[in-house]
Antibody
Framework: QVQLQESGPGLVKPSQTLSLTCTVSGGSISSGSYYWSWIRQPAGKGLEWIGRIYTSGSTNYNPSLKSRVTISVDTSKNQFSLKLSSVTAADTAVYYC????????????WGQGTLVTVSS | SYVLTQPPSVSVAPGQTARITCGGNNIGSKSVHWYQQKPGQAPVLVVYDDSDRPSGIPERFSGSNSGNTATLTISRVEAGDEADYYCQVWDSSSDHPHVVFGGGTKLTVL
């Protein structure tokens, strides 16, 4: 059974960079059948896709966040990571990592989510 | 940018049928996926590729997609179905292909 687990600071200061890591277990992140994504959800609001990465390192980002987002992959550790720069209070949200089927383009496994608060 | 429109809320009595819509321009030409999210939990995929169900999802959950509207149908609604539901597509129509989620629909079981 594939499991994803987010980790990283729960509090980030405004203007700084938010950094999160997702550790994948029960399956290889190098599988060519999947993309690896980040999704966020502000309290009481809907889901917002941040971006995805393929095992090759190829990425796609949400156009509205593209200028501030970097997603990377470390196949040796079976992890992928998110960096979001110049954060503001509007970036406060629960951040999820998820596996996306390369064929169906839907998310079949999700992490439990981690709350990141942007505050001084 | 492609937009998916969902009603904010849908209410249904136990045992009845709930229909949650997801509107988008020519959405019938795209594959639509649906997620169920209960409070404090991560979303769960309940329907993919318009009408297929992942393993473990009850047959009560079904989907359809045509024209400008996709629909998630939940038959014989149970109290445990109360949750937020989101539709999702992959928008490949622009120079920057990306995932689009609907705004979500809160299903209330009366």
């Amino acid at each position: 059974q594939v499991q994803l687990q987010e980790s990283g600071p729960g509090l980030v200061k405004p203007s700084q960079t938010l950094s999160l890591t997702c550790t994948v277990s029960g399956g290889s992140i190098s599988s060519g059948s999947y993309y690896w994504s980040w999704i966020r959800q502000p309290a009481g609001k809907g889901l917002e896709w941040i971006g995805r990465i393929y095992t090759s390192g190829s990425t796609n980002y949400n156009p509205s966040l593209k200028s501030r987002v970097t997603i990377s992959v470390d196949t040796s550790k079976n992890q992928f990571s998110l960096k979001l720069s110049s954060v503001t209070a509007a970036d406060t949200a629960v951040y999820y990592c998820a596996r996306m089927s390369a064929r169906k383009l839907c998310f079949d496994y999700w992490g439990q989510g981690t709350l990141v608060t942007v505050s001084s | 940018s492609y937009v998916l429109t969902q009603p904010p809320s849908v209410s249904v009595a136990p045992g009845q049928t709930a229909r949650i819509t997801c509107g988008g321009n020519n959405i019938g030409s795209k594959s639509v996926h649906w997620y169920q999210q209960k409070p404090g939990q991560a979303p769960v995929l309940v329907v993919y590729d318009d009408s297929d169900r992942p393993s473990g999802i009850p047959e009560r959950f079904s989907g359809s997609n045509s024209g400008n509207t996709a629909t998630l149908t939940i038959s014989r609604v149970e109290a445990g179905d109360e949750a937020d539901y989101y539709c999702q597509v992959w928008d490949s129509s622009s120079d920057h292909p990306h995932v689009v989620f609907g705004g979500g629909t809160k299903l209330t079981v009366l």
